[in-house]
């Protein structure tokens, strides 16, 4: 099997705000977990309607319209700010308008429990079995959800990492579950706006299967965020405010 990928537009109060591809699935959670993290709302009750439209194209394929109502005073806070934006797969920083943009303030993210280093171990073990599309196609990225006394609540799969992980948010807010219990997991590596997404967001903990960039671990560390990265069965490393992980000798954690 291979996986699917489709054009998705995000368009709020009759104005089309970001095209991105996509793999076709979890809509609803897509549409409110990007305009969470992209800060047009502040919580899901900030839209006041939300439709999904399929469209056939030129090309005889079809695309996706997040048709999106913004609560009144939300729209007039959108109307000061709406830009386009286009994005290939994957791309979290296409067509923004100035440099600044590109490292927008984020929310310093405080508080967060004390994890143990073998929880992680144990989050990491659980997300494998869960990524169904990932064991049918091997080519996508997940993002998921893991909480002390509940375990994996609740995992995304998409073409794009930062899809994935939009597609989380949105999950956890409408589910109204805040991220400040719990352990954000991806299978991709950690750039700046994958941590300036888990900031706006509250989640205190990031745990990377891959690697971070160097400006990422700058903006984790600025912002509060705990980033774990490089992590396998076997250990972990931690490379920013390590206060909230507990390491045990015998976890072999680096």
């Not at 994958?194 to 160097?214: C, D, E, L, N």
Request: charged share 25%; net charge negative; glycine share 8%.
């Amino acid at each position: 099997m291979i996986p699917e990928e489709r054009a998705v537009a995000f368009t709020y109060d009759g104005g089309s705000y970001a095209v991105m591809m996509a793999t076709p699935q979890d809509f609803d959670d897509f549409a409110v977990g990007f305009s969470l993290t992209e800060q047009i709302i502040g919580s899901p009750d900030d839209i006041e309607s939300l439709e999904v439209i399929t469209e056939e194209l030129e090309s005889g394929e079809h695309g996706i319209e997040l048709r999106m109502r913004l609560e009144a005073p939300r729209s007039a806070i959108f109307r000061d700010r709406r830009r386009r934006l286009a994005g290939p797969t994957g791309c979290g920083l296409c067509g923004i308008e100035t440099l600044s943009d590109a490292l927008r303030p984020v929310p310093f993210v405080a508080g967060g429990r004390r994890i143990a280093a073998e929880e992680i171990l144990h989050a990491l073990e659980a997300i494998g079995p869960a990524q169904s599309l990932f064991q049918d196609t091997r080519a996508v990225h997940a993002a998921a959800f893991w909480q002390h006394h509940r375990g994996l609540v609740a995992i995304r799969e998409d073409v794009g990492r930062h899809n994935a992980l939009d597609k989380l948010a949105g999950a956890l807010a409408r589910g109204r579950m805040p991220a400040t219990d719990g352990i954000i997991i991806l299978t991709s590596r950690v750039s700046v706006e994958m941590v300036q997404k888990a900031a706006v967001i509250g989640a205190p903990i990031i745990v990377a299967i891959s690697a971070p960039t160097g400006l990422a671990l700058r903006s984790a560390d600025a912002c509060g965020i705990t980033l774990i990265a490089v992590a396998r069965r076997d250990g972990f490393e931690v490379f920013t405010h390590p206060h909230r992980i507990a390491i045990e000798t015998e976890a072999h954690v680096a």
